[in-house]
């Protein structure tokens, strides 16, 4: 349920780090995995007063964040199960002599590539010497640039960025954004910071910059210089971005101009040759998402000499692939942006790297092979069944708003009803057969697909959408709404426990998958996706009046968000966490009835466990965000995630719900309960 590609595109449930673990490969059997387990409450504490605590309570004590990880959670150990699938399906791609460009080939030899360690740390840096070399073509501010675009179709971005997606108003056409860009760092504020905390961290930043010149082999002095020409610009970069606040809003960040418009905002730029130079051919408009930076852009090229500018790009390309590199330089990069950043203190195993970085570069071609093994139709039918209860409820729920009115409620059920549903895998695959993939060069093997999937994306300028596309791999586990293309999107990797569990209840799927789902429906009518027409254009429906009272519904969430205290002096951001907010209140509410739908003329459903249907929907929603973080890792997602930490994911909505109350017996003296002027209901 976070925005994604630089503009506010399509939103997800949650980001997810693979993992997994170095064993024999056996799947869990189905009646190993229950509904919900008890094992997980802690029975010392008391739902209405904490109820995270007591729906999980004792998963956190059982479960330590392991040392590869920052955090640890519901979707890591799903995400572990996956891998182990997908270890099998990979193993078998790569002992089948598969034909050529087949997808059993490029899994099982992409794999190999990156699996083969020894291969890499003979090589070290050689794989990337050629894009070294490129750089010495750099003369002038326009070669500069036309470099960045070159190595920015092989995966290292510098300065700024552009993509081809959905035009955001006008939705059957796709269009080519511009978007800042050019840091290392998480987010622009990392560069001014106000503490000791965040002095020493930036400090550390520039010495890892140093490092790494120093393993390409720079005389020390000049790595040290080099580090702070990087530091220095990326900081003029920082000051003249767009904040992250700002960046929420589709309207801000929808510029659309000539390309004669953007030369005289950027002039020192010769930008029908640059996008010539990165294969978008005849290219009359472009939607620039921050002008200001754009603007910007000349007088820094001015500030810093070209040499400077070389040193910059240079950082950026040997950064962008340490990962990949040799052990010394994978190594580096991991001291930095896992440990230092996140407080991670141990680098996962090789083969879950390596499963890791075959998601990421052949993720569809894995997928084929995933779903034929691990996703029955059976399962996508119960899922639209959910997705059909939950929809009726929101149009049953539009209609009875006090807050809204007739007209603007017209407009919102006409966007209900174009919604459209994605579940488990494309329609129609991809044809990578084209994409070279050999056992023995694992870096080479990244640039050929980053490449395919840049030609890719270049040749969809000026053409009409295509609907089918899907922005995740089948075996993600994750979910999302795109509101240019007003769907919503549940792939197969997580329509599994704890989230879609084909053998529990009813209530308790409702409580996971569901309230994903429901997430997902609101996220078309939270604070940006209610922007968005039911045709995925930027477009107003809604009265004056109406705009202000949701305005003031949303405010009152962002003051209750921003109460929620994370680590140290950290609280969280409500205004940046909002959209998310709105979407798990929503989605809760919505699966919540549309759970009462589907039990309608039915026999009310006997305890199970000790616990009613309607307590037992609740657990269902907590153990989905069940979750341990360090505090390095909750600093850094307070500062850059849309998503609240996951304990307020389940305390924040819940706070808000009478159903809650009535599940629980919650009353004025809980520490969860809030009197009704204080609770909020949106939708």
């Known amino acids: 349920m976070k925005y994604l590609n630089k503009i506010i595109l399509f939103t997800t449930v949650t980001s997810l780090f693979s993992c997994g673990n170095n064993e024999q490969i056996t799947e869990p059997k189905k009646d190993s995995i229950p509904a919900f387990d008890l094992a997980n409450i802690d029975s010392t504490a008391i739902a209405c007063d904490n109820f ?45 002599n598969s034909a050529k460009g087949t997808p059993s080939q490029q899994v099982g030899d ?60 006008n939705s059957t056409n796709y269009a080519l954004y511009l978007f800042q860009g050019g840091l290392g760092l998480p987010d622009s504020e990392y560069y001014f910071p106000t503490d000791e905390k965040g002095k020493t961290l930036l ?44 960046r929420r809003n589709p309207i801000a960040t929808y510029n659309k101009m000539s390309v004669d418009e953007l030369k005289k905002i950027s002039p020192a730029i010769d930008w029908s040759s640059f996008f010539k130079a990165v294969g978008i051919n005849s290219v009359n408009e472009v939607i620039v998402g921050q002008p200001n930076f754009f603007k910007s852009l000349d007088k820094l090229f001015k500030k810093y000499n070209i040499e400077q500018w070389k040193t910059y790009v240079k950082w950026h390309l040997v950064n962008d692939f340490s990962p990949y590199l040799s052990s010394n330089f994978e190594a580096h990069n991991f001291k930095f942006y896992s440990t230092t950043l996140r407080g991670v203190k141990e680098v996962k195993p090789r083969w879950k790297r390596a499963i890791e970085n075959s998601n990421h570069s052949v993720g569809e071609q894995i997928g084929k092979l995933f779903v034929e093994k691990h996703f029955p139709e059976e399962q996508k039918q119960r899922v639209l069944g959910y997705i059909h209860n939950i929809s009726e409820v929101f149009k049953e729920r539009v209609q009875k708003l006090s807050w809204m009115g007739d007209s603007t409620k017209i407009k919102a059920l006409e966007k209900l009803n174009k919604f459209t549903y994605k579940i488990g895998y494309p329609d129609k695959w991809k044809d990578y057969s084209s994409v070279d993939i050999v056992k023995d060069k694992f870096v080479q093997n990244i640039i050929n697909a980053r490449l395919f999937k840049n030609t890719e994306m270049t040749q969809k300028y000026g053409k009409k959408v295509d609907k089918t596309e899907w922005g995740m791999t089948p075996q993600t586990i994750n979910a999302y709404y795109n509101p240019t293309m007003n769907e919503i999107v549940f792939p197969a990797g997580i329509l599994q426990p704890p989230f879609f569990n084909p053998d529990a209840d009813d209530a308790v799927n409702y409580g996971g998958i569901g309230g994903v789902i429901g997430h997902e429906f609101s996220h078309g009518f939270d604070d940006q996706g209610s922007k968005f027409d039911g045709d995925g254009n930027i477009k107003n429906w809604w009265t004056e009046t109406d705009i202000k009272n949701f305005e003031h519904l949303t405010g009152k969430l962002v003051d209750q968000f921003n109460s929620f205290h994370v680590v140290d002096s950290i609280y969280v951001n409500g205004k940046l966490t909002l959209g998310e907010n709105i979407a798990d209140l929503a989605g809760i509410t919505l699966s919540y009835y549309a759970m009462l ?72 003296g809980s520490k969860m309960y809030l009197p009704d002027s204080a609770r909020v209901k949106i939708w």
């Not at 392991?66 to 891998?83: A, I, K």
């Not at 010497?129 to 750099?138: N, R």
């Open 597 to 668: 739908k589907q039990y309608q003329g039915k026999e009310e459903p006997k305890p199970i466990d000790g616990f009613t249907y309607k307590q037992r929907f609740f657990l269902g929603w907590a153990q989905v965000w069940a979750a341990n973080i360090n505090n390095e890792e909750a600093i850094r997602l307070a500062k850059v995630d849309p998503h609240s930490p996951t304990k307020y994911r389940v305390l924040g909505p819940l706070s808000n719900l009478d159903e809650f109350d009535e599940a629980f017996g919650c009353k004025e």
């Open 203 to 246: 400090t550390e930043y520039q010495n890892h910059i140093e490092g790494l010149f120093n393993l390409t082999q720079e005389i020390p002095e000049n790595s040290k210089l080099f580090a702070q020409t990087v530091v220095d610009i990326e900081t003029d970069l920082a000051k003249v971005s767009m904040n992250k606040i700002e």
């Open 110 to 169: 992409f794999y190999e590539s990156a699996f083969d360690s020894t291969t890499i740390d003979k090589l070290g840096i050689t794989p990337i010497q050629p894009l070294i070399d490129k750089l010495s073509e750099i003369k002038n501010i326009q070669s500069l640039v036309e470099t960045m675009g070159y190595l920015s179709q092989r995966g290292s971005n510098s300065i700024f960025g552009y993509f081809i997606h959905v035009d955001a108003k």
């Open 52 to 96: 995270y605590q007591f729906a999980i309570g004792n998963w956190q004590k059982n479960n330590p964040i392991p040392e590869t990880e920052g955090r640890w959670g519901s979707f890591n150990v799903l995400g572990e199960e996956n891998n182990l699938k997908i270890k099998k399906i990979i193993e078998d791609a790569a002992s089948s």
